[in-house]
């Protein structure tokens, strides 16, 4: 009884309790926690429009949850689609969550049908009359009103827009799941060519800014440098990891450099990026289908054009001015127009080459429509190329391009099934080679006694691991996991050499219990700093691939020396003690 | 009985120390001879797994009754020209997992062979990872700059803690004869070394650390008894440490399911067990020979 007021009163086991108590708030578990959190808002989705935003914080256990919709309770994903997939165009969608109430408006889902006939249409356009040629792109800023022969589009609901929202299954601790347990696309980026940091830092917000555009929900965009060990040559990398998409989206998103050109003879006039493009329309009032070169039937299948609106920057509309400027003009038709054309290049490939009509010349216009195409075997196929073409030219006007190209060194993908298998096995070997341990362990001393401080331990450092984890946002995945392992063997070993030193017989030579645990500590601290120094090449080492076994495991051999084996010794010494 | 036999060991392991020694230098020079072997037919150590190398590696989960032979004949059929490899995961004599490896191919490729040959494969259930050869070769490069690294390292630190040179190196000699051995064993054994393996070994090589310091530190820095009590003292608590880890080690291996988890275990396991030789013969015998040369030469400075 004495014994046991002495363990708990003893300094290092305070410091023990504190620091596990710490670890529970960190990790904050809740099994029965239930229901739907929101993981991302797509822009201009109803979500987004009735003020749902990105979650700020990024504890799992703090993430926005939806309590009802419409009054009806969700506790669960099913609940949740269930109660949001039945809505019906302009009706209200009320979701109450943790935070805030809100009211969501359901917008249809508009697709453009284009028929063959054509109807005349009035239109005000920034358009000059003599422009009604097909492939006609440059607009002044008059505002004119003409009459055209168009193809009759119409606009049809087709159903329903998504409400926008990315939901999971409500966590049950703030313990955040790497790709290996949750299944996802990693991907490991190598420039072709040296650069420099600012470079580097341009292509990773590049990055981050075409997967928001894309609305792709848990990604993280990590910096991976190797040193320079040994002679090794430092190189970059970037790894980039999109929970639940597949390989061919993250291709598509960053195998292409993004170079886009505008281009009139080999000048340039502008390229993409916000240096040179102010902003880009996205919307369907000013991008879409052109309706000036709608979808026919060509040789292979059909062909449909797309334009949409964008805004030069005044440096960049002079250069066009410039350039033009000392053009000749030339008759085609009874229309005029300058003597070259508007080249425009993605990556190097031509998407779309323009006439620049004669009142453009030398003329500073920031106003411009870009155009290109796309083609399909049917006339939906098309229509949906021809969109994606789109909004592929888009994003990259509005991103740029990265600064060199990428190539794709590694790329890694995970089924969320073999995930899922994964955890549930991690954690019965978790608790299996732990009781093979206990276990050899009694025999080896036999003495039942000795496994309690044992597993209290080890139960502690992997609290300690987790709990740290937690806080730093470490996301656990399956080089984490082989450390916590790993620590915690080291841990049984340690355990040992104290245990040794403090069962040698009392009659060898007087040593006081305060000698004894300095000598087992010297041999502990040795051997940490020699595992500490091996996991340093881990760091940097394999495009980072390793990294969070040596995070891990640099963890639970910290919070080992410092914190539990200390108050391991403590108890043991009471235990030998009685 | 017992008591007797310990009594026989103990007085081999006191008094024949020297020719224990030879069992674990035959042991290192055949571990050598096995990596040499391999480096001179096969043109490397041990054979690289897809994260070394370069190439795709795809993980297939199984629910169905299906024949491994005839899906790696097939497979060899339907891809004549690529080096395809094959292993599984089983489960209770089930197969669970299958796992192919090729040099040359496209995940996708693979997959519509396998369709074609009867099996359900459905988006959700495979994995794979793909590295470009170029990377697993720069991989495999800093693989083993990271190794000569951790010894140096290591080296260092050992030096730090005893301010003696000559046992230091005996430290380092023990974790890389354990490297040594247990390369030899896994190139027997087939396994393909991946990027999980060589976390494995820089493990080893700490834990290897682990003992040694152990050793040294009775032996060096304590004073009471003899030499040879001191080793028996530190030998007991070394095999507790090894055995327990060991035991620990080997169950993991048993019952995971993953395929990178059990490569590092049974890397662990097996190098659990050479470090009990090297460290309690090898080790060991020289740090005693070391001692008593320099003993016999003070006492001759002395005279």
Same mark, same amino acid.
């Given at each position: 009884m004495r014994n046991i007021k002495e363990i708990f009163t003893n300094i290092r086991v305070i410091i023990l309790i504190i620091f596990l108590v710490l670890m529970v708030f960190a990790i904050y578990p809740n099994p029965f926690n239930k229901g739907v959190v929101i993981k991302s808002v797509i822009p201009n989705s109803a979500a987004s429009l009735a003020g749902i935003e990105n979650s700020k914080v990024t504890a799992p256990m703090s993430l926005e949850k939806i309590l009802m919709i419409n009054n009806i309770p969700v506790t669960s994903i099913e609940d949740y689609y269930k109660l949001t997939s039945n809505a019906l165009v302009n009706q209200s969608i009320f979701i109450k969550t943790n935070k805030k109430n809100y009211q969501l408006l359901v917008k249809p889902k508009i697709k453009e049908i284009?028929?063959?006939?054509?109807?005349?249409?009035?239109?005000?356009?920034?358009?000059?009359?003599?422009?009604?040629?097909?492939n006609t792109v440059v607009q002044s800023n008059k505002s004119i009103n003409k009459t055209i022969d168009v193809p009759k589009i119409v606009k049809e609901i087709i159903g329903v827009e998504e409400v926008g929202l990315r939901v999971d299954n409500a966590p049950l601790t703030n313990l955040r799941k790497g790709l290996d347990l949750q299944g996802g696309t990693r991907v490991l980026l190598k420039p072709v060519q040296e650069i420099n940091d600012s470079s580097y830092s341009d292509i990773v917000d590049n990055i981050k800014e075409r997967l928001n555009v894309y609305g792709l929900a848990d990604i993280t965009v990590?910096?991976? /440098?190797?040193?320079?060990?040994?002679?090794?040559?430092?190189?970059?990398?970037? +790894?980039?990891?999109?929970?639940?998409? *597949?390989?061919?989206?993250?291709?598509?998103?960053?195998?292409?450099?993004?170079?886009?050109?505008? @281009?009139?003879? @080999?000048?340039?006039?502008?390229?993409?990026?916000?240096?040179?493009? *102010?902003?880009?329309?996205?919307?369907?009032?000013?991008?879409?289908?052109?309706?000036?070169?709608?979808?026919?039937?060509?040789?292979?299948?059909f062909v449909c054009g797309f334009r949409f609106a964008i805004t030069l920057s005044p440096s960049a509309a002079q250069r066009q001015a410039d350039i033009t400027d000392k053009l000749d003009l030339v008759t085609s038709g009874s229309q005029k127009y300058l003597s070259q054309e508007l080249t425009l290049y993605l990556d190097d490939t031509e998407v779309d080459s323009l006439k620049? /009509? /004669?009142?453009?010349?030398?003329?500073?216009?920031?106003?411009?429509?870009?155009?290109?195409?796309?083609t399909g075997n049917s006339q939906k196929d098309a229509i949906d190329q021809t969109l994606k073409n789109m909004k592929k030219l888009q994003t990259v006007m509005k991103t740029g391009s990265f600064p060199v190209k990428l190539e794709i060194a590694k790329i890694?993908?995970?089924?969320?099934?073999?995930?899922?298998?994964?955890?549930?096995n991690s954690l019965f070997i978790g608790l299996i080679a732990a009781l093979v341990v206990v276990l050899t362990l009694v025999i080896f001393y036999r003495n039942i006694k000795i496994a309690i401080p044992i597993m209290i331990n080890t139960l502690s450092e992997t609290l300690i691991i987790l709990g740290i984890a937690s806080i730093i946002g470490w996301n656990l995945d399956l080089a984490s996991i082989a450390g916590i392992i790993a620590s915690i063997g080291t841990g049984v070993d340690d355990l040992i050499v104290i245990t040794d030193e403090m069962l040698k017989k009392q009659t060898e030579v007087f040593i006081n219990w305060k000698e004894r645990i300095k000598r087992a500590f010297f041999?502990?601290? /040795?051997?940490?700093?020699?595992?500490?120094?091996?996991?340093?090449?881990?760091?940097?080492?394999?495009?980072?691939?390793?990294?969070?076994?040596?995070?891990?495991t640099l963890l639970g051999i910290t919070a080992g020396v410092l914190i539990t084996r200390p108050a391991f010794a403590h108890i043991m010494q009471k235990i030998i003690e009685e | 009985m017992v008591i007797f036999l310990k009594a026989v060991l103990l007085n081999i392991y006191d008094k024949k120390y020297k020719q224990l020694m030879i069992f674990s230098i035959l042991l290192l020079l055949l571990s050598l001879g096995v990596l040499s072997y391999n480096y001179f037919t096969k043109g490397e150590l041990v054979e690289r797994g897809v994260s070394l190398k370069g190439g795709v590696e795809l993980t297939i989960s199984i629910d169905q009754d299906l024949s491994i032979d005839s899906v790696k004949q097939h497979l060899n059929n339907d891809f004549k020209d690529s080096d395809i490899s094959l292993r599984t995961i089983t489960e209770q004599g089930k197969i669970r997992e299958i796992i192919i490896e090729a040099a040359d191919l496209e995940e996708k490729q693979l997959i519509d062979s396998l369709k074609n040959h009867g099996l359900k494969?459905?988006?959700?259930?495979?994995?794979?990872?793909?590295?470009?050869?170029?990377?697993?070769?720069?991989?495999?490069?800093?693989?083993?700059i990271a190794l000569i690294f951790a010894f140096l390292a290591i080296g260092i630190v050992v030096f730090i803690t005893f301010r003696d040179l000559v046992p230091s190196l005996f430290v380092v000699l023990t974790a890389f004869s354990d490297m040594v051995s247990t390369l030899a064993v896994i190139s027997l054994l087939d396994v393909k070394l991946s990027?999980?393996?060589?976390?494995?070994?820089? +493990? +080893?090589?700490g834990y290897s650390v682990d003992t040694d310091i152990l050793l040294t530190t009775r032996v060096l820095k304590r004073k009471e008894g003899t030499i040879f009590e001191r080793t028996v003292n530190s030998l007991k608590t070394g095999l507790t440490m090894s055995l327990t880890s060991f035991f620990?080690?080997?169950?993991?291996?048993?019952?995971?399911?993953?395929?990178?988890?059990?490569?590092?275990?049974?890397?662990l396991s097996i190098g659990f067990l050479f470090d009990i030789i090297y460290t309690w013969i090898q080790n060991t015998g020289i740090l005693r020979w070391y001692l008593e040369i320099k003993e016999k030469r003070r006492t001759q400075q002395t005279k």
């Amino acid at each position: 009884m004495r014994n046991i007021k002495e363990i708990f009163t003893n300094i290092r086991v305070i410091i023990l309790i504190i620091f596990l108590v710490l670890m529970v708030f960190a990790i904050y578990p809740n099994p029965f926690n239930k229901g739907v959190v929101i993981k991302s808002v797509i822009p201009n989705s109803a979500a987004s429009l009735a003020g749902i935003e990105n979650s700020k914080v990024t504890a799992p256990m703090s993430l926005e949850k939806i309590l009802m919709i419409n009054n009806i309770p969700v506790t669960s994903i099913e609940d949740y689609y269930k109660l949001t997939s039945n809505a019906l165009v302009n009706q209200s969608i009320f979701i109450k969550t943790n935070k805030k109430n809100y009211q969501l408006l359901v917008k249809p889902k508009i697709k453009e049908i284009v028929l063959n006939e054509t109807e005349q249409k009035i239109v005000e356009e920034f358009i000059l009359v003599n422009e009604t040629i097909n492939n006609t792109v440059v607009q002044s800023n008059k505002s004119i009103n003409k009459t055209i022969d168009v193809p009759k589009i119409v606009k049809e609901i087709i159903g329903v827009e998504e409400v926008g929202l990315r939901v999971d299954n409500a966590p049950l601790t703030n313990l955040r799941k790497g790709l290996d347990l949750q299944g996802g696309t990693r991907v490991l980026l190598k420039p072709v060519q040296e650069i420099n940091d600012s470079s580097y830092s341009d292509i990773v917000d590049n990055i981050k800014e075409r997967l928001n555009v894309y609305g792709l929900a848990d990604i993280t965009v990590k910096e991976v /440098s190797t040193s320079t060990l040994l002679g090794e040559k430092a190189e970059k990398l970037i +790894m980039l990891e999109i929970a639940g998409a *597949t390989e061919e989206e993250v291709k598509d998103l960053i195998g292409k450099q993004g170079k886009f050109e505008a @281009n009139i003879g @080999n000048q340039t006039v502008f390229i993409g990026g916000r240096n040179d493009i *102010t902003s880009v329309c996205t919307t369907a009032t000013c991008s879409g289908i052109d309706p000036d070169r709608p979808c026919s039937r060509g040789e292979e299948g059909f062909v449909c054009g797309f334009r949409f609106a964008i805004t030069l920057s005044p440096s960049a509309a002079q250069r066009q001015a410039d350039i033009t400027d000392k053009l000749d003009l030339v008759t085609s038709g009874s229309q005029k127009y300058l003597s070259q054309e508007l080249t425009l290049y993605l990556d190097d490939t031509e998407v779309d080459s323009l006439k620049i /009509s /004669s009142d453009l010349k030398g003329k500073a216009v920031t106003d411009i429509a870009v155009s290109g195409s796309g083609t399909g075997n049917s006339q939906k196929d098309a229509i949906d190329q021809t969109l994606k073409n789109m909004k592929k030219l888009q994003t990259v006007m509005k991103t740029g391009s990265f600064p060199v190209k990428l190539e794709i060194a590694k790329i890694d993908n995970i089924s969320p099934t073999l995930g899922k298998e994964f955890i549930n096995n991690s954690l019965f070997i978790g608790l299996i080679a732990a009781l093979v341990v206990v276990l050899t362990l009694v025999i080896f001393y036999r003495n039942i006694k000795i496994a309690i401080p044992i597993m209290i331990n080890t139960l502690s450092e992997t609290l300690i691991i987790l709990g740290i984890a937690s806080i730093i946002g470490w996301n656990l995945d399956l080089a984490s996991i082989a450390g916590i392992i790993a620590s915690i063997g080291t841990g049984v070993d340690d355990l040992i050499v104290i245990t040794d030193e403090m069962l040698k017989k009392q009659t060898e030579v007087f040593i006081n219990w305060k000698e004894r645990i300095k000598r087992a500590f010297f041999i502990v601290l /040795s051997a940490f700093f020699a595992t500490a120094v091996a996991m340093i090449p881990l760091w940097s080492f394999g495009g980072g691939m390793l990294k969070g076994f040596a995070v891990t495991t640099l963890l639970g051999i910290t919070a080992g020396v410092l914190i539990t084996r200390p108050a391991f010794a403590h108890i043991m010494q009471k235990i030998i003690e009685e | 009985m017992v008591i007797f036999l310990k009594a026989v060991l103990l007085n081999i392991y006191d008094k024949k120390y020297k020719q224990l020694m030879i069992f674990s230098i035959l042991l290192l020079l055949l571990s050598l001879g096995v990596l040499s072997y391999n480096y001179f037919t096969k043109g490397e150590l041990v054979e690289r797994g897809v994260s070394l190398k370069g190439g795709v590696e795809l993980t297939i989960s199984i629910d169905q009754d299906l024949s491994i032979d005839s899906v790696k004949q097939h497979l060899n059929n339907d891809f004549k020209d690529s080096d395809i490899s094959l292993r599984t995961i089983t489960e209770q004599g089930k197969i669970r997992e299958i796992i192919i490896e090729a040099a040359d191919l496209e995940e996708k490729q693979l997959i519509d062979s396998l369709k074609n040959h009867g099996l359900k494969i459905e988006r959700n259930q495979y994995s794979f990872q793909k590295t470009s050869s170029a990377t697993g070769e720069r991989f495999f490069k800093q693989t083993i700059i990271a190794l000569i690294f951790a010894f140096l390292a290591i080296g260092i630190v050992v030096f730090i803690t005893f301010r003696d040179l000559v046992p230091s190196l005996f430290v380092v000699l023990t974790a890389f004869s354990d490297m040594v051995s247990t390369l030899a064993v896994i190139s027997l054994l087939d396994v393909k070394l991946s990027l999980g393996g060589v976390a494995a070994f820089l +493990m +080893m090589i700490g834990y290897s650390v682990d003992t040694d310091i152990l050793l040294t530190t009775r032996v060096l820095k304590r004073k009471e008894g003899t030499i040879f009590e001191r080793t028996v003292n530190s030998l007991k608590t070394g095999l507790t440490m090894s055995l327990t880890s060991f035991f620990g080690v080997l169950a993991a291996y048993f019952l995971t399911t993953s395929d990178a988890i059990k490569q590092i275990m049974l890397i662990l396991s097996i190098g659990f067990l050479f470090d009990i030789i090297y460290t309690w013969i090898q080790n060991t015998g020289i740090l005693r020979w070391y001692l008593e040369i320099k003993e016999k030469r003070r006492t001759q400075q002395t005279k």
